[in-house]
């Protein structure tokens, strides 16, 4: 279930609250995000919509770890991570985040195997453990028989999935996908939020993502629309304006 | 380690510009060794003087005589162990290219002053018997393929003329000394006097002296000198180590010419490969950005960056020094005894290396501790 009005303490997976991002540019202060709440429930699939510079990437950011915000809290599985230190969010990623990115952001030098295998370095898994968990990784993402291809010798689509198969290999938290399908046509934008709604339904993924596409938005279970760095309006599925249910 | 392929898979992203810099660190490392081993050469001759002997020429140049009357007053000087007086000879085998140095010697005391200079006793017993006999340095030996009993004919035209010069090898000489100088020819005082025109008759070319001690160095050295004062036979008298440098600074100062060269060339090197690596990291910002958002620490991320710099630098240095470890017996063959011993030591390949790796960290650092302090929501932006 996801909530945008909770202000106190909740079970979710993510609570995100009072949050604010504001940037300095030129001596101007720019407020991004302005007194942000969210509540994410474990297996919750969320799109954020919004026009550019509405904060949707800054949000994901933030909640992703990537970035740290003015004033506010997030706490995710427990861990509030607004105050770690940067090895420490670093190694909260590592273990927490499945990141998905519209560019695919693939390793160019590495082969799929390789790519999707990064995370993994980070664990103290065996090679061969580290393997078995790669091709489980591809299979899922229907690419097991390219394991040893070069992202310039696949499709856009099928680098997207190789990027999402990176993303769930070391079985995240949550996975937070920025526009996934941007760069892709329509016929592998389907194929993708497919595959990402197999994953939420099927393996009990948690999902936040951005995107400008309504078609692709409706696939989430609740669309949240952010404009001026607030969320003023909460998408399908039964969602009111300020709250959802 | 886990990481490995990661390195490798950046090294040779750009396969062109991975030789090219390759390339540069091994120029530089090749010529790094060249010139520590011709700094070695030169400086050779002082490393390895006998601390507890002097030298004496004539004030004016080396090339001017001493009286051998000087021996005996020498001798005489307290501090002074034993005497023994050379000549150059300055002859010709077979060709002018074949050059090495002879050396007219005294035989009742040229062992007893530099007794580094092995020579087997039967050996010198036929040599000291024998009017024509001849002592070779087992360099110039091998270089000619001499063997005891061969006859050898020398021209020379600095003393009586044109004239050949005819010695049997007696003997084969050896340095005690790592790096002493194998490459000279000696042979008697006796049979030098009986052909050297009446002009030069009661002259020697230098003095060479043992002393009991090297701290009488400075005493005797000026007690030579004093003895010699205001005669037409003024002398210079100092410690075979310094006579050793005096004689490399005739050159010019070569110490000086190599330390420039080699600094101007590990400077180029170092601009080049930061800049390379500095363009390297610049291009895959979003790459690294992406290892970072994934969970790779900002240490982890400057270690890829200063392991790749390490390995060019390595991979670079191993090469350059292996190719002078090929060039240098192959040069100082070429030149035919005309430097000192060319020598590649291990000191050499050691710091040659110990340099390489200095150069890849810090042309690896900058870009490493940039890509460290990348921020990955600014990085990502780029895209």
């Known amino acids: 279930m996801i909530r945008v009005d909770s202000t106190g303490k909740s079970n979710s997976l993510i609570q995100v609250r009072g949050l604010d991002k504001t940037y300095r540019r030129g001596g101007e202060e720019i407020q991004v995000l302005q007194r942000l709440n969210l509540d994410v429930d474990k297996g919750d699939f969320v799109a954020f919509m919004g026009p550019s510079g509405s904060g949707k990437t800054t949000l994901l950011n933030l909640l992703g770890g990537l970035d740290v915000p003015t004033h506010g809290s997030i706490t995710v599985a427990g861990d509030e991570i607004t105050h770690m230190s940067g090895n420490k969010l670093t190694r909260w990623r590592a273990r927490h985040v499945g990141f998905i990115f519209q560019m695919y952001n693939l390793i160019p030098v590495l082969n799929a195997f390789q790519n999707v295998e990064l995370p993994l370095l980070l664990t103290k898994l065996s090679k061969s453990d580290r393997r078995k968990h790669v091709e489980t990784a591809l299979g899922v993402v229907g690419l097991a028989d390219r394991m040893n291809h070069y992202p310039r010798q696949l499709s856009g689509g099928q680098e997207q999935r190789v990027a999402i198969a990176r993303a769930i290999v070391a079985d995240p938290t949550f996975l937070l996908c920025d526009e996934p399908t941007g760069d892709l046509d329509r016929k592998s934008a389907d194929e993708i939020m497919e595959l990402i709604i197999r994953l939420v339904k099927e393996y009990g993924k948690t999902v936040l993502m951005v995107t400008h596409d309504p078609v692709v938005a409706k696939r989430a279970d609740t669309t949240l629309h952010l404009e001026k760095g607030v969320l003023v309006e909460a998408g399908e599925l039964g969602v009111a304006a300020g709250g959802v249910a | ?383």
């Open chain 2, 1 to 383: 380690m886990k990481f490995r392929g990661l390195i490798f898979a950046n090294l040779f992203r750009k396969k062109l510009r991975l030789i090219l810099t390759i390339g540069s660190f091994a120029v530089a490392l090749f010529l790094f060794a060249f010139l520590a081993v011709v700094r070695g050469a030169f400086n050779r001759g002082a490393d390895i003087a006998g601390a507890d002997r002097l030298v004496v020429i004539n004030r004016i140049s080396i090339i001017q005589p001493l009286p051998l009357a000087y021996r005996d007053k020498i001798l005489r000087i307290p501090g002074v162990k034993a005497v023994t007086h050379n000549n150059w000879f300055g002859g010709v085998y077979q060709d002018e290219k074949n050059f090495f140095p002879q050396f007219v010697i005294d035989i009742e005391n040229q062992r007893k002053v530099i007794p580094e200079l092995k020579v087997p006793d039967d050996q010198w017993n036929n040599f000291v018997k024998d009017r024509r006999g001849a002592i070779a340095g087992a360099k110039t030996a091998a270089r000619f393929g001499w063997k005891v009993g061969d006859h050898i004919p020398i021209k020379n035209a600095l003393f009586g003329g044109e004239s050949t010069w005819d010695f049997n090898i007696d003997g084969i000489y050896h340095s005690e000394r790592a790096g002493g100088d194998e490459s000279q020819f000696w042979f008697q005082w006796d049979y030098f006097e009986e052909r050297m025109p009446q002009s030069f008759k009661g002259n020697v070319g230098w003095y060479v002296i043992k002393l009991d001690s090297p701290d009488n160095a400075v005493a005797v050295a000026k007690a030579i000198d004093d003895m010699a004062a205001n005669s037409s036979f003024e002398t210079k008298t100092e410690t075979e180590s310094a006579f050793a440098a005096g004689w490399v600074k005739q050159f010019g100062n070569i110490q000086f010419l190599i330390m420039t060269i080699g600094t101007v060339v590990f400077f180029t090197l170092l601009l080049v490969t930061g800049n390379t690596m500095a363009i390297s990291v610049r291009e895959r910002v979003s790459e690294l950005a992406v290892l970072k958002a994934i969970g790779f620490t900002d240490r982890s991320v400057l270690f890829f960056v200063l392991a790749e710099a390490l390995t060019i630098a390595l991979v670079g240095g191993l090469f350059g020094l292996g190719l002078a470890a090929i060039a240098v017996p192959v040069l100082a063959a070429a030149l035919n005894g005309l430097l000192p011993t060319l020598i590649l030591s291990k000191t050499i390949l050691a710091l040659g290396l110990a340099l390489a790796v200095f150069v890849g960290g810090v042309s690896g650092l900058l870009p490493g501790i940039g890509a460290m302090r990348m921020r990955v929501v600014t990085a990502l932006r780029r895209v």
